[in-house]
């Protein structure tokens, strides 16, 4: 039987015995890892940055780990098995980001913040109101994202292990918020590292696998592996041009370029990729991580196009609509293909491999998603506004793990509810939200003098209450039959992704803020941002 | 524009940022950071935005075959992966070379003192 077949006759297949026995490796594996990782963790430090000592090349590695979910894993190969050129689109934005993080961000930042991106932003600022606002950025980007997450392992184990029901569904939800909470809880920043670098070694290992059996059966010419794409699409030259997926009307133009503006500066302001740039010693450690993350995802997002074109040329469109909508499952069929076919051995082995992959890619990334959110509620809101700055060491870490508890409940509530949503517009979501409430308040703080409180403010609270709003009234939320809520009809904004007009707002917001602002920007603290932001002097 | 202040060993006063910050030696050092890291933000950003133009508004001439079933989107794609390789590895190198050394003299001056 094939895995479409196998998927149509609902819960059956020789290979789940196969992927949940790898799985059920992985998570044991990565909680002997944590454990520990745990038994050395000791002080905040430990907690919140894995004690900065991770070399370049490690928390690159981990970078690499966090920044590929998921989505670009199954849903890029599947967009691009589906729609061609256009599913290559996302990758490219996705990757020229990290030139923003890498070229304005990242040194700065590890020079001058000890644990949470609030630490730069309150830095010039009146502290407790702009914690307390970077905080609730920090937590709603990464709720957004954590969501998407989880609705993505719901909708996976569907698809993989043929689990149908809505109770085994909901099991697997709460599972995978169990281990997350206990990959943070107990083995903080540290863990956490660790479990993501793993991750990213596997996921590179089995695209690399595929990568070159696809090749090898192409004799390593890329023109034949898209004519045969292109043919079997049934689509012809057009399958290898821009516009099947976004070039349909004029509305659907714009709208990819305000999802191509929310992707590539969206990465730059997502806090659970900027706390890892904690966990190195010095900047020049965290320039080769990103270094080390441009060349690990760049080579990645490269072979998303073997395995994308790959699906497309070997596989009959019908069949990967048939397995999953979006094309979700074109990666796992792809390996089954490839490793001899429905029925095979390896076929049978290579599609373990890569779903249990892919599962090990969903643990890690909300592993970090939910690190970031407990940090910075615990480090911005709990100590330094709540306790005014007035908390022991001890009590923060506590509080750190409480929050953990917290947030993870709540993103298994939520991944129950969220079972059905549509998951691509949640990350989409993510990053438009980063882009605008985060980034300009990143960007003035750290290179514009005049910047103050208020505009602090206006531009991340603007930022975020823009995009949130515009996404409400879209058709991600309802109008549409893809929609949340397919029977309503409140989208009275017609693009999906909110990028376009709230990212120009956040930054105008930001500028206006502080122009109108009757406080004096303060001289004195811009002073020493800046020396220490450049210099390293003074760094955690 | 003053010197760097180096302060009397023995006195653990913080140093005082603001002279640091108008002082030659690291009004230049921001101008090796800014002058690169700001006209290269742009130039990517824009250069960005023109492929996503390109792709959105001039189907036919992205369709134009360049090598077998190779055409000018694949190329241009491929392109946007070569530059941001390209400028990581010239950011890195002109750190090392222009930033680094600057940084660290400021540094270790200003840590003595304090």
Redesign the interface.
Known sequence: MTLTQQLAAGPAGAHRPLIISLFAVFVAATLAITVWAGRQTRGAEDFYAGGRRFSGFQNGLAISGDYMSAASFLGIAGAIALFGYDGFLYSIGFLVAWLVALLLVAEPLRNSGRFTMGDVLAYRMRRRPVRTAAGTSTIVVSIFYLLAQMAGAGALVTLLLGITSETGKILVVVLVGIVMILYVTIGGMKGTTWVQMVKAVLLIAGTLLITFLVALKFDFNLSALLGKAAENSGKGAAFLQPGLKYGATATSKIDFISLGLALVLGTAGLPHILIRFYTVPTAKAARKSVNWAIGIIGVFYLMTIALGFGAAALIKPEALTAANKAGNTAAPQLAEVIGGGAGSTGGAVLLAVISAVAFATILAVVAGLTLASSSSFAHDIYVNVLRKGEATEKEEIAAARWATVGIGAVAIVLGVFARGLNVAGLVALAFAVAASANLPTLLYSLFWKRFTTQGALWSIYGGLASSVLLVLFSPVVSGKETSMFPAAGFDVFPLENPGLISIPLGFLLGWLGSLLSKEEPDARKYAELEVRALTGTGAH | MSAVPTTDTGTHE??D??Q??SSAE?TE??RA??S??FP??LG??LW??V???L???A?GF??TPV?????V??VL?IA??AT??L???W??RH?AAAL?PK??A??SR??AG?
Do not use: C
């Open positions: 913080p140093p940022y603001r640091v910050q690291f050092l921001r950071h800014r690169f890291a290269i933000t990517f950003l960005y935005l492929y996503v133009l792709s959105s508004y189907g992205m369709a090598l077998g079933h190779l055409n989107a694949f794609g946007q992966f941001t390789f400028i990581a590895w950011y890195s750190a680094d940084a660290e400021l540094k200003l840590e304090a």
